[in-house]
């Protein structure tokens, strides 16, 4: 069993910044990735960006270039730091952790951009 956390939401102006923190506890040696995903009103969830066990990082299109996705395994801690936002960003972000043939997800949190 993996726990998530997610914090880090909030509301923010166009171009603004803001970063996701997703801590994992329980059976994090057997975590393979973890992704962050969104869901916006209406919308069905999609994938923003990913991160390997060995750091491989991806990205959805629409967040490349603005979006960052990195891991501190100390704080067993991964990150999404979020630039350049746009009122499109606007959604619940939940964070997923990929075990074997299990996903586990955190319980999400809301990033409301203004134009």
């Known amino acids: 069993q993996v726990q998530l956390v997610e914090s880090g939401g909030g509301l923010v102006q166009a171009g603004g910044s803001l970063r996701l923190s997703c801590a994992a506890s329980?059976?994090?040696?057997?975590?393979?990735?973890m992704g962050w995903f969104r869901q916006a009103p209406g919308k069905q969830r999609e994938w923003v960006a990913g991160?390997?066990?060995?750091?491989?990082?991806n990205y959805a299109i629409s967040v490349k270039g603005r979006f960052t996705i990195s891991r501190d395994n100390a704080k067993n801690t991964v990150y999404l730091q979020m630039n350049s936002l746009k009122p499109e960003d606007t959604a619940v972000y939940y964070c997923?952790?990929?075990?074997?043939?299990?996903?586990?997800w955190g319980q999400g949190t809301q990033v409301t951009v203004s134009s």
């Open positions: 991160i390997g066990s060995r750091g491989t990082t």
């Open positions: 329980g059976s994090i040696d057997s975590i393979t990735a």
């Open positions: 997923r952790a990929s075990v074997s043939s299990s996903d586990y």
